[in-house]
């Protein structure tokens, strides 16, 4: 005999008074014990629409975070710009141009721009050049190889490390002072000839 039958023998053997409540509140602990057998329906599942972010931003333009005086191959086109990785951001241009002009526009361009080469590397067989290099603290690299749909091409990569953007709220607050003279000079200190006692 189950706990639930012991229950409601235990209750209908009291006396005849409280049987019609003894009877109600076996009705709901009967038609409550149906209840938990029944699993509760579900919500219906919300449908949720997830758009895949691809690596480059939704423009095809040169970044106005680049580089002032950046050398730009001439007719060159912006294949992709690739979203920042960290403090860091990559334009990626394809030209007709043979890997020797490049290299000496790339050269020419990035000393008449201030910059300072740190390091370059060209491997002629392979048509690929390396050069790194940075301005006013901030590091970047240009990398050229043929292209991998169209081998007749060049790729032009070049990799920079952002400006970083100062938070405000870390600076100390400049002082301003609106001194208004002439005036008088509230406390002077004592010139050599006020020292000396006067006879």
């Not at 002032?68 to 690739?82: E, Q």
């Not at 334009?91 to 050269?107: G, I």
Request: include cysteine.
């Amino acid at each position: 005999m189950s706990n639930s039958t012991k229950l409601m023998h235990h209750l209908f053997n009291r006396s005849a008074a409280a049987r019609p409540a003894i009877a109600a509140l076996a009705a709901l602990f009967v038609l409550g014990a149906a209840g938990c057998n029944k699993s509760a329906p579900k919500p219906p599942a919300a449908s949720l629409k997830t758009v895949a972010l691809g690596p480059d931003e939704a423009y095809k333009t040169l970044p106005p975070d680049m580089f002032k005086g950046m050398p730009v191959y001439p007719g060159s086109t912006i294949d992709h710009v690739r979203r920042p990785k960290g403090a860091m951001r990559e334009v990626v241009f394809s030209t007709d141009a043979a890997m020797p002009a490049l290299v000496a526009y790339f050269k020419d361009g990035l000393k008449q721009g201030n910059f300072h080469i740190t390091s370059s590397l060209i491997m002629p067989a392979r048509r690929t050049w390396s050069c790194d290099f940075h301005k006013e603290g901030r590091p970047g690299s240009i990398m050229l190889y043929p292209s991998d749909a169209d081998k007749s091409k060049m790729t032009i990569d070049l990799i920079y490390e952002m400006p970083s953007k100062a938070d405000e709220a870390m600076l100390e607050p400049q002082e301003t002072f609106d001194v208004v003279g002439p005036g008088e000079v509230a406390q002077q200190a004592p010139g050599p000839k006020e020292n000396t006692k006067q006879n």
